[in-house]
């Protein structure tokens, strides 16, 4: 019914940058809150930062001043950008959105995309 696909993952250096997006699509009747979450090996999948409809942010503690979430909702998409890249950001990174389609309007349900790989180099 929903699909999120994230794209913009890949490897840089220490100090780059990188841009990821997520694209909704499906029978999408509206979107919240989406968010971007990231799981390095052996470790639990963690909160990067979230954004609502309405444009209001919030950012986890280590990537506060580095990264910033944003969502063009013509698009159904939302992106991160992540500035001055640290080898503990390698992780893969998943959107996740909260989502009522048109099936049932009345509710939301959350959805994940597929993740995608980001790997930082010292």
């Known amino acids: 019914q929903v699909q999120l696909v994230e794209s913009g993952g890949g490897l840089v250096q220490a100090g780059g940058s990188l841009r990821l997006s997520c694209a909704a699509s499906?029978?999408?009747?509206?979107?919240?809150?989406m968010g971007w979450y990231r799981q390095a090996p052996g470790k639990q999948r963690e909160l990067v930062a979230t954004i609502t409809s309405v444009g209001t942010t919030n950012y986890a503690d280590s990537v506060k001043g580095r990264f910033t979430i944003s969502r063009d909702n013509a698009k159904n998409t939302m992106y991160l950008q992540m500035n001055s890249l640290k080898p503990e950001d390698t992780a893969v990174y998943y959107c996740n959105a909260k989502v009522r389609t048109y099936s049932s309007v009345g509710e939301y349900n959350y959805w994940w995309g597929q993740g995608t790989q980001v790997t930082v180099s010292s």
């Open positions: 499906g029978s999408i009747f509206s979107i919240g809150t």
